[in-house]
Nanobody, 116 residues
């Protein structure tokens, strides 16, 4: 079993920055990618960014150039968010994707609020 613990959400003004962290705990064998998703009120959960164990990254188009995903350690993923906009307001969820066995693990989420 894998547990994901997120931190770093909060309230920030438009144009500001926040740094989210996610620590993966437990049996990490078979996890080949980690990432961040977000869900705004009344909307579906959407991809923010992912990073594989090999370091390959993938971003949603609206986040490119503003958000950066990185690995701080084998089991820690960082999302640096710059130039935040009010439309970035959402609950941000950490995800770990496993292939052995196939599974998706989710954190409880951390709220990011961007004021205009």
């Amino acid at each position: 079993q894998v547990q994901l613990v997120e931190s770093g959400g909060g309230l920030v003004q438009a144009g500001g920055s926040l740094r989210l962290s996610c620590v993966a705990l437990g049996r990490l064998f078979g996890i080949n990618a980690m990432g961040w998703y977000r869900q705004a009120p009344g909307k579906q959960r959407e991809l923010v960014a992912t990073i594989t164990i090999g370091g390959s990254t993938n971003y949603a188009d609206s986040m490119k150039g503003r958000f950066t995903i990185s690995r701080d350690a084998k089991n820690t993923v960082i999302l640096q968010m710059n130039s935040l906009k009010p439309e970035d307001t959402a609950v941000y969820y950490c995800n770990a994707h496993g292939v052995l066995p196939p599974a998706d693990y989710w954190g409880k989420g951390t709220l990011v609020t961007v004021s205009s």
